[in-house]
């Protein structure tokens, strides 16, 4: 049976998904002139009252695609302010993450299957994984759910964003 790389299947899943995550906010931009309402009516979007909003989606979003390849390549964090607060900063955010997300060079996931992997709780114990547990069972779910949350924002919202826009080119 083939095996499949951990740098495989993530990094460029990632990229992917956070270069649709920018042609979505291209669309919103592109929705919000044609019907003349400003940009920043989209950061504050929830489709619940008790849930995040539409700017903390995509921050987490990005938390989880940069977490899940630092951790899984033994390697540092890159910190973001979680301060954006136009759609420009958002996708400017976007873009950083894909960067980074690109620039771990495959070598540097070899051994990461095995890493001990540890999410810190802001309540309770931490979450302890191996690298590959890690990656399937929470970094990806997490990074898809928060992805897909903003998708359904936009959509909500009124963007004329379809399926091939959530998968992609």
Same mark, same amino acid.
């Given at each position: ?7 495989? /299947?993530? @990094?460029? +899943? ?5 270069? #649709?995550? !920018?042609?979505?906010?291209? &669309?919103?931009? /592109?929705? @919000?002139? +044609? ?5 920043? #009516?989209? !950061?504050?979007?929830?489709? &619940? ?5 539409? +700017? ?114």
């Amino acid at each position: 049976m083939p095996q499949i790389s951990l740098h495989a /299947a993530s @990094a460029p +899943a990632f990229a992917k998904m956070l270069s #649709n995550m !920018l042609n979505w906010l291209d &669309a919103a931009k /592109a929705h @919000a002139e +044609a019907r003349k309402f400003p940009t920043d #009516n989209y !950061l504050t979007l929830r489709l &619940a009252p008790d849930m995040l909003p539409f +700017a903390k989606q995509i921050q987490i979003a990005s938390d989880a695609a940069k977490g899940c390849v630092a951790r899984l390549a033994g390697q540092e964090i890159p910190k973001y302010e979680d301060n954006e607060a136009t759609l420009d900063e958002l996708a400017e955010r976007i873009r950083k993450t894909r960067d980074f997300v690109l620039s771990v060079p495959e070598a540097a996931f070899e051994g990461g299957e095995g890493r001990e992997i540890t999410i810190p709780r802001r309540t309770g114990e931490p979450l302890k994984f191996d690298g590959l547990t890690y990656l399937n069972h929470f970094a990806l779910p997490n990074f898809y759910f928060h992805a897909t949350t903003t998708y359904a924002l936009l959509r909500h919202a009124g963007v004329p964003l379809g399926k091939g826009d959530y998968l992609g080119g």
